[in-house]
């Protein structure tokens, strides 16, 4: 899928630059990486994601240890049991088992909880960044902007069309101060 989709903006881009020299279209960039880490409420937003992930996880780490201390109680007693009593604990260990993998799909899965938390908190600072890149790109007349750490392949940049830091400047953060200039 990603491959279709990258084939269809070289192919746009392939159209844009073969478009005869009456509309000549103006190209930036800009890296969304280094803008979002330059941004201090992606920090703020990222330590509360990691504190979130770490309590999950830490859940799930006493979770499974349950199930090998119930598993290891097995064990040392399995000789005692019945043929019944037997597989009636082992399904009570399987349960766990399952009970401890529908927590972590739950949490981490691909549409889990940590997931939907994070298009939650990022969603308000994405929509900053694009109203920026908008306004930069409106403002200095340019036709696309393309994000250089998305999945489009960039094969050469000129740092004169990087635009990332007007888009920080736009967005009220000091560009000069996060350099050291």
Do not use: C, H
């Amino acid at each position: 899928m990603k491959t279709l989709s990258r084939n269809a903006a070289v192919l746009g881009l392939l159209l844009i630059f073969a478009t005869d020299g009456k509309a000549q279209q103006q190209i930036a960039y800009v890296d969304s990486e280094y803008i979002l880490t330059r941004i201090p409420e992606y920090q703020t937003v990222q330590q509360q994601l990691d504190r979130i992930a770490g309590d999950w996880e830490k859940e799930l780490t006493e979770k499974q240890r349950g199930v090998e201390q119930q598993f290891q109680a097995y064990q040392s007693r399995e000789l005692l049991y019945t043929t019944e009593e037997r597989q009636r604990r082992r399904d009570e260990i399987v349960r766990a088992e399952e009970e401890v993998e529908r927590l972590r799909m739950k949490y981490f899965g691909p549409d889990g909880d940590l997931f939907v938390q994070q298009e939650q908190l990022m969603r308000p600072i994405q929509d900053r960044i694009l109203t920026a890149i908008e306004g930069v790109a409106t403002e200095e007349g340019y036709d696309y902007v393309f994000d250089k750490s998305g999945d489009f392949l960039f094969l050469f940049t000129r740092s004169q069309y990087d635009l990332s830091d007007r888009v920080l400047e736009e967005l009220g953060i000091d560009v000069d101060q996060i350099q050291g200039r």
